[in-house]
């Protein structure tokens, strides 16, 4: 997989302090993306899923969970998904940030892509909109962007938001 940058630690990219991984490529190319050096598919450095996840051993023993952020996770959703289920044999929750929206991944059908979503605990979805740009979110930069809990929205059959949960975390 390719990605731009992995971080061992943050407390701003989900909740508690947890792995994050920064995908490579982005179709998206928000405006005033606050990582615009992702957008580009060839950029960025490959790593196989079995470094990440030996990474992920190493380093997150006392972290909450893992991000994939980026770019864009779902334009590799097959190797993350591999990280995905790591973290999950590791009792790390998964958040996971994309500019699609739920509807839009559950709508396209794609089987990987559903697989990643449904090993994610949380989904950050939407394209980023400076217009609606709101430094009060958490998690979030932009007030178009929702944070699903995507066990509940399975269990539901319909977007279930996480944000009565962000009180207590």
Known sequence: ??????????????????FVIFTQGCPHECDHCH??????CEA??????KEIIRMM???????RGITFSGGEPFLQPYELLQVAEAAKEMDLDVVTYT??????????????KIAL????DILIDGQYKHNLRDIGLRFRGSANQRVIDVVASQKQGQVMLWEDKMMNN
């Open 117 to 120: 979503l449904q090993a994610s």
């Open 35 to 40: 990582n615009p050096e992702s957008w580009s």
């Open 44 to 49: 960025g450095k490959e790593f196989s899923s």
């Open 1 to 18: 997989m390719r990605l731009s940058g992995i971080s061992s630690e943050s407390t701003v990219d989900g909740p508690g302090l947890r």
């Open 99 to 112: 500019g699609f929206t739920y509807e839009q991944i559950i709508g396209e059908g794609d089987p990987d």
């Open 57 to 63: 051993r190493k380093q997150c023993k006392s972290r």
